[in-house]
């Protein structure tokens, strides 16, 4: 269309046109307008072939122009074969030392990089750097961009260190070539600054990434893109800060500048809105991130494409947002999707084909599709995660929180074990990723019962991050949440009790009281309330908790259950047991359909449920439940956990009811069948099960029958703490 609009006029000659449609096609890419720029170059590259033949300069000059296209709009597979034949005939024509032979190499290498194939990106790399110091000198600009190319490749590799050292080079000869306010000078400091990121110096990062946004603002003004982009990456240090409130106003700067500046519709714009919507979550306003990041996606989709890059990370994120709210269906559709659409672009071996896997896994887990979820569990085992590098690590860390999610914490704790070494290893002792992977093996720990292992993992990690983090930020507040559960399993109710008060507090303060962590942070407060004994405040707690989360997540989702098992609870030990049993069998058959028979959090209700029925001397119940949750607390969670223990308790108590006492038919158990199952983040705690509990025998009836009597039975009844 445009190209016969062109030929109309009068003196166009078939050069003209072609200069035309490529300059147009740049315009179009440099604003972001990438679907319209990519039939421009590809009429470019038609009309050269025709015109000029296959192995014209200008002709291989215009395939490297469409595989960047290509690159850009994440089709790494098209960029890749086009990037090939570039080099290929710019060898045989120009040779291998030629300026732009050396370039078609450096932008073959990004895609080996994009495509997850680090190892060949680096290789080749060191020959441009290694062609660019010989043919231009090592102080050329180009080869000085070299060493930044390599060096974002160590970083990716997680190679931190090197890449550090290599950026540190970088930005030294940029300093004394170009001078501290150029731009090449300026985009140094700022990949500096990420690396810094990397390695946790969150402080430097933020300290080099407020000098490039003030540099950038005076150079090139406030409203350059430029610019824009150093206020997006200082917004994302402060989040990692945990300073979500000045991240949240420079993200809506950026978001406003971006859709004035270069439009709703450009990529830049659409990961704007993404990282928002990002932050939107993290502040608990689910509702807020979820029409933003919808509309990022629906603009990803129409703009880009559905599997570019940005569009299926927004998708991610929406996934997560739904997860969170509770709608795992559409969780799980566009879980499956993104895993479908990595496969296609990655591989079924790339990293993050792994990771979207993983992703999945847990979306099936939450829906009880626990064959489903193991299957993508194991698919991926530590010989097909590939290198050795931080994504590596990630992947193995992710697949371990699966094992979790899926009741095998014994699997969990061996990678776990793994993930712990290696980023002690290749990021230190003090990293964040490091601490965190600390925090998730004591997780682990409390699972299986190793609370003594879990309070000093805790300990160390509260430690760390009160030192890098400060006593304020959320990183540090969950740390002093899950120590304080710790304590609870360990009995020492009143340290567990300060602890969380204190959390709660804190909590309320920076999210507000309706946000998820918040509610969380009250429960665990219940919970040691009704195990110190104050059942009234407990149950105040508790009823407040599954109120919320009903009215914010539905009466379906995995944390309301858990908040009206808590509820019962506390209903059973206020002896109110009519009404511990109506919440109780309804929650249980509720835990069966979403997290599963073997879930801990299940086979918990049914032990909790198990002394309902004793105290009601409903004991042909009681045994039918103890049959059903014995085998699977066994099976997933060994018979040295506290579960296992409560379970052996309530049991040998049973051997002493009399079995004539027994007349009431025992209810359904829901979902008795033995199936595949899996547990919560948060065992079940020792002091729970630690106490007593009054079970009717027959040495303590005493049988009193006289003319004017009639039977009277005195009962005994010694009260025990439930799960």
């Not at 046109?17 to 179009?28: E, H, K, N, V």
């Not at 073959?108 to 190892?119: D, F, I, S």
């Not at 071996?349 to 299957?375: C, F, N």
């Not at 300990?459 to 969950?478: A, F, N, P, Q, S």
Request: hydrophobic share 40%.
């Amino acid at each position: 269309m445009i190209v016969e609009k062109l030929r109309q006029r009068p003196d166009t000659t078939e050069q003209k046109i072609l200069c035309s449609l490529s300059d147009l096609a740049r315009i179009y890419r440099r604003l972001g307008r990438l679907k319209e720029a990519e039939p421009l170059f590809e009429e470019v590259l038609k009309l050269r072939k025709e015109n000029l033949g296959e192995r014209n300069l200008e002709t291989i000059s215009a395939s490297s122009n469409l595989s960047v296209t290509y690159f850009d709009l994440g089709r790494l597979n098209e960029a890749e074969a086009l990037q090939k034949e570039v080099l290929e005939l710019r060898k045989e024509i120009l040779g291998e030392r030629h300026v732009d032979t050396i370039t078609a190499s450096n932008n073959l290498a990004l895609t080996y990089r994009e495509l997850g194939r680090l190892g060949e990106a680096e290789v080749l790399q060191k020959e441009v750097l290694r062609l660019r110091k010989m043919v231009l000198g090592e102080q050329h600009p180009e080869t000085i961009k070299a060493w930044n190319n390599l060096a974002n490749t160590y970083r990716k590799l997680g190679r931190l260190k090197e890449a550090k050292a290599l950026q540190q080079e970088v930005l030294g000869l940029r300093k004394e070539i170009l001078g501290e306010r150029h731009p090449h000078t300026i985009d140094a400091s700022h990949n500096l600054a990420l690396t810094y990121g990397d390695l946790g110096k969150l402080n430097a990062a933020e300290t080099l990434q407020k000098g490039v946004l003030k540099l950038r603002k005076e150079i090139l003004g406030e409203r350059h893109p430029h610019t824009i982009s150093a206020s997006n990456n200082l917004a994302n240090t402060y989040c990692n800060l945990g300073r979500l409130n000045e991240a949240e106003v420079l993200f809506e700067e950026v978001v406003n500048l971006r859709k004035e500046i270069l439009g709703a519709r450009h990529p830049d714009t659409i990961d704007a809105l993404n990282n928002l919507a990002t932050t939107y979550r993290d502040l608990g306003r689910l509702k807020d991130a979820e029409t933003l990041c919808i509309s990022a996606f629906k603009l990803g989709k129409e703009t880009l494409g559905d599997r570019h890059p940005s569009t299926i990370n927004v998708s991610h994120h929406l996934a997560i947002i739904y997860r969170e709210l509770g709608k795992l269906e559409d969780a799980m559709n566009l879980q499956e999707q993104i895993f479908k659409d990595r496969k296609i672009l990655q591989g079924e071996h790339h990293l993050l084909t792994i990771l979207a896997s993983s992703d999945l896994a847990v979306v099936l887990r939450l829906l009880s599709k626990l064959s489903e979820a193991e299957a993508l569990a194991t698919e991926f085992n530590r010989e097909n995660l590939g290198e050795r590098h931080l994504d590596t690590v990630d992947a193995l860390n992710n697949l371990a929180i699966t094992y979790q999610d899926l009741g095998r914490p014994k699997e969990a704790e061996a990678l776990q074990q793994d993930v712990l070494k290696l980023r002690k290893e290749m990021l230190g002792e003090r990293h964040f990723d490091t601490i965190d992977a600390l925090n998730n093996l004591a997780l682990t720990y409390q699972d299986l019962g190793r609370f003594e292992e879990a309070e000093a993992l805790q300990e160390d990690v509260l430690k760390l991050r009160k030192e890098m983090l400060g006593e304020r930020h959320l990183d540090t507040i969950y740390a002093s949440s899950n120590l304080a559960l710790t304590y609870r399993d360990l009995g020492r109710l009143k340290e567990a009790e300060a602890l969380q008060q204190d959390v709660l507090k804190l909590k309320k303060e920076m999210l507000g009281e309706r946000h998820p962590d918040a509610l969380t942070a009250l429960s665990n407060l219940a919970l040691t309330y009704r195990d110190l004994g104050k059942l009234n405040e407990a149950e105040v707690l508790a009823t407040e908790v599954l109120r919320l989360r009903v009215e914010l997540l539905g009466d379906k989702h995995p944390d309301t259950l858990i908040a009206s098992y808590q509820l019962a609870a506390v209903y059973y030990e206020q002896r109110r047991l009519d009404e511990a049993e109506a919440r109780l069998l309804d929650t249980l058959d509720s835990m069966q359909k979403v997290l599963g028979a073997e879930h801990h959090k299940t086979t918990a209700t049914m032990l909790l449920l198990s002394k309902v029925y004793c105290s009601l001397h409903r004991t042909k119940a009681a045994r039918k439940l103890l049959a059903a949750a014995e085998p699977i607390i066994s099976e997933t969670l060994g018979n040295a956990h506290p579960q296992y223990l409560e379970y052996q308790e309530i049991s040998s108590k049973l051997h002493n009811f009399s079995p004539a006492l027994d007349e009431t038919p025992p209810p359904h158990i829901p979902g008795s069948s033995s199936s595949l199952q899996t547990p919560l983040n948060c065992a079940p705690s020792a002091d729970e099960r630690s106490s007593q509990s009054w079970l009717l025998t027959t040495e303590t009836i005493v049988l009193m029958i006289s003319f004017t009597s009639v039977l009277g039975i005195t009962l005994y009844m010694y009260q025990r703490r439930q799960v």
